[in-house]
């Protein structure tokens, strides 16, 4: 990449791992073989975000609604989490990678939730890159979850309803110490959000490809990098605004 692309980098990525069932069938592989490749797949992804400069990494590991899947792939999926964070964990380290968790807890088992604060806590001073791991989450949850808050910081005299608005809003979902999501990137040929970072992705521009998640590659990584800085984002300004800006700065 060059140096001019390093500049439009997006700060903050965000991925939905989609497609590692249809990668299973496609390959007459074994049930759950295909989220076992997935897993795979995210090491080389997040090296290569910390590699060329992007601050902040989110992914869809565990959406609210897959806890309707069947329960065998639940299981599997719970336990390939925790696989995944102990296998993270010296790599964290060794890159200087902060790893944190959002959404909901509470359906999680107490040793996967133990393990999450751990791993939070063990690498929570690495500054390099910030990797979020979404289990059990969903966006309108985290706006739900955030709203309760503010009423309970409201009931107990803690803010003004006058002070509601959205920057104060803002401080209370997940993710709120980071930069918004610049670029949100779906694998699998879906085209919808699927209800992940609702309000952080407000702004992000979007990426949608057909190449299922275990086949998506550092180099279709790197093209959805350049589709990005060639997007002009307006945040409601008009292209005129934006090109006088530039030339002012």
């Not at 296998?87 to 359906?107: A, T």
């Not at 890159?129 to 709203?147: C, E, F, K, R, V």
């Given at each position: 990449?060059?140096?001019?692309?390093?500049?439009?980098?997006?700060?903050?990525?965000?991925?939905?791992?989609?497609?590692?069932?249809?990668f299973a069938k496609k390959n007459q592989m074994q049930k759950g073989d295909g989220h076992r490749e997935g897993k795979n797949i995210l090491d080389p992804i997040v090296e290569h975000c910390k590699h060329v400069g992007v601050k902040a990494l989110t992914v869809f590991a565990f959406s609210s609604e897959n806890w309707k899947r069947p329960q065998y792939e639940v299981d599997l999926l719970m336990k390939l989490l925790e696989e995944t964070i102990h296998?993270?964990?010296?790599?964290?380290?060794?890159?200087?990678?902060?790893?944190?968790?959002?959404?909901?807890?509470?359906?999680l088992s107490s040793e996967l939730r133990d393990l999450m604060q751990y791993a939070e806590q063990k690498t929570a001073t690495f500054d390099s890159?910030?990797?979020?791991?979404?289990?059990?989450?969903?966006?309108?949850?985290?706006?739900?979850?955030?709203?309760k808050t503010i009423a309970q910081d409201a009931l107990a005299g803690k803010l003004q309803i006058d002070q509601i608005n959205v920057d104060?809003?803002?401080k209370y979902v997940s993710l709120n110490d980071l930069p918004a999501v610049d670029l949100l990137i779906r694998t699998g040929g879906d085209y919808r959000l699927s209800n992940f970072l609702l309000w952080q992705a407000a702004y992000a521009e979007l990426y949608f490809t057909d190449t299922l998640w275990p086949e998506f590659t550092i180099q279709e990584l790197d093209h959805a990098f350049r589709i990005f800085s060639g997007r002009e984002r307006r945040f409601g300004k008009t292209s005129e605004q934006i090109q006088q800006a530039k030339i002012e700065n």
């Open positions: 990449m060059t140096s001019q692309e390093e500049q439009l980098l997006p700060q903050h990525v965000a991925i939905i791992m989609d497609g590692n069932n249809r296998e993270q964990l010296p790599r964290m380290e060794k890159f200087n990678i902060s790893l944190r968790f959002i959404g909901d807890r509470s359906k890159m910030t990797l979020t791991i979404a289990i059990s989450y969903g966006g309108m949850w985290d706006m739900a979850h955030a709203a104060l809003f803002d």
